[in-house]
Each structure stands twice: as structure tokens, then as C-alpha cells.
């Protein structure tokens, strides 16, 4: 049996990943940090579908809760198979009024988080003699977005993360992707109404927003892809090309 471990799977982009992965056969971890009603939520949501994911509670940006989830994870399965990199937050803020704090917050979270994830699962998986990563970046992270500058960076950085470390870990026939989404239907997006989203939607050429299941077949793809390495997957309806 296959296994696979979300971070920040509980709601959003995460909770499509996690299910899609149920929905082939997997048994998977669901991260989650604080909501831990939401956490449970998200599993008995699962439960009634008949699947049985294992929740597992852990701030990506602190090493030490990183190591203590993993673990965890393996004193339940052999191997990991499939890392899916998708914790993260964001902040709407022009530069002058973005502080060092929220700075270095976005950072830990979102490439940090990254970092440790990796770090900690890379021997496990060389080991088993391969593995797949996928991290969850955005379009902004390769365009850049006005009044969002500390996300933008910190999801150009976890691209560039990923084709380095891709290079490191491909002769371990470990894989490591990224997927770049657009503008999609979730609640990091909520805060957009009315004409700005409307704005958005019309410099979109698929002419609608995406969804989280749209970007849970594409992580699918890059998980399973066994020769795709190294690559930025954009799920955004042509959105900033």
C-alpha cells in the first residue's frame, strides 16, 4: 500500500490533495498545525466516504515538531512514498507596511516549512529507493503579485527550491515537482469580492476561477509521473502567462 503525507491538508487545496489520494488507494497522513476541530472534521468528512486517514499535528515552521511528526509517521508505515509540501500562508500588504515580523513569518512557513519537510523525509526515501515531493508553490511566485511581495518571494523560493533540490535527488530516482496554482476557489482567496475578483476573472482566458480538485488531479500527475522531475506544473487557466 501506498502512503502520503499532506501538509495543511485539512481545508482548501490540502483537503483535495489528501482526498485524492484516498480516492486511489492510498493511505494518508493528513498534517494539520492549530484548528485541530477543523482537523477532526476533515477526518470524519473522510470517515463517511470510507476512507481512514491518520492525523498528525505539527507546525512545519518548527524543526522540532517536524522531526517529532516524522517520527511518528514512521513508527506507523515503512516508507513514505509521496510528500506533499502544501502548508502555507499569506499576507496582503504593500511593502512599507510588510514588517520584518510578517516577513520572516511568511518565510518560515512557506519555505522553511518546506525545507524541514524535506530534509527530514530525503534518507527515508533514498533508502527505499525512491520516492516522490511535490511542493505546493503559486503563480505568484513566478510573476509576482502587487501588495502580496513577501508571498510572491517566498513561492519563487520554494520553486527554486524545488529545481535544485530535484538535481540532488534525482539519482536517488526521487522525484521533486512543484505546482504553481492560479487563482482558485479557496478560503486564502476569500478576502477577493466583487470587482476584484470579477478583475481577475476577466484576465483569465479559461474565463472562470479554478478549484481544488483541478489542482489535486495535477499534484496526482506529478506524484505518479515516474520520468517528470524538476518541473513547475501551473494549474491557473493560462492566468499571468
Known amino acids: 500500500m501506498k502512503t502520503a503525507l499532506v501538509t495543511g491538508g485539512t481545508r482548501g487545496i490540502g483537503k483535495a490533495i489528501a482526498l485524492a489520494f484516498l480516492e486511489r488507494g492510498y493511505e494518508v497522513v493528513i498534517n494539520y498545525c492549530h484548528n485541530e476541530k477543523e482537523a477532526l ?28 511528526m516524522f517520527r511518528e ?30 516577513w520572516n513569518k511568511i ?14 523525509v530525503a534518507d527515508k526515501m533514498i533508502f527505499a529507493g525512491g520516492g516522490a515531493i511535490v511542493n505546493v508553490g503559486s503563480i505568484w511566485g513566478e510573476v509576482g503579485a502587487s501588495c502580496e511581495v513577501a508571498y510572491s518571494a517566498s513561492k519563487g ?34 478576502h477577493l469580492i466583487g470587482s476584484e475578483m470579477e478583475e481577475l476573472i476577466s484576465s483569465i482566458p479559461m474565463e472562470r476561477i479554478g478549484t481544488p480538485a483541478e489542482v489535486a488531479e495535477a499534484c496526482v500527475f506529478l506524484a505518479e509521473s515516474t ?11 493560462l492566468f499571468g502567462k
Do not use: W
Not at 520520468?227 to 487557466?237: A, D, I
Open 107 to 120: 518565510f518560515d512557513v512557506n519555505v522553511k516549512g518546506v525545507y524541514h519537510c524535506c530534509r527530514e
Open 73 to 102: 509517521f514512521f513508527s506507523i508505515y515503512e516508507r513514505l512514498d509521496v510528500l506533499v509540501n502544501n502548508a502555507g500562508i499569506s499576507i496582503v500588504k504593500v511593502i512599507q507596511d510588510t514588517t520584518p515580523q510578517d
Open 227 to 237: 520520468y517528470v522531475t524538476g518541473e513547475v506544473l501551473s494549474v491557473g487557466g
Open 41 to 68: 472534521a476533515t477526518q470524519e468528512e473522510f470517515n463517511i466516504l470510507g476512507y481512514c486517514p491518520v492525523l498528525l499535528r505539527a507546525d512545519v515552521s518548527d524543526e522540532a515538531q517536524v522531526r517529532a
Open 157 to 190: 523560493a520554494v520553486i527554486a527550491f524545488t529545481k535544485a533540490l530535484a538535481k540532488e535527488l534525482a539519482p536517488s530516482n526521487v522525484r521533486v515537482n512543484c505546482l504553481s496554482p492560479g487563482v482558485i476557489d479557496t478560503q486564502m482567496n476569500a
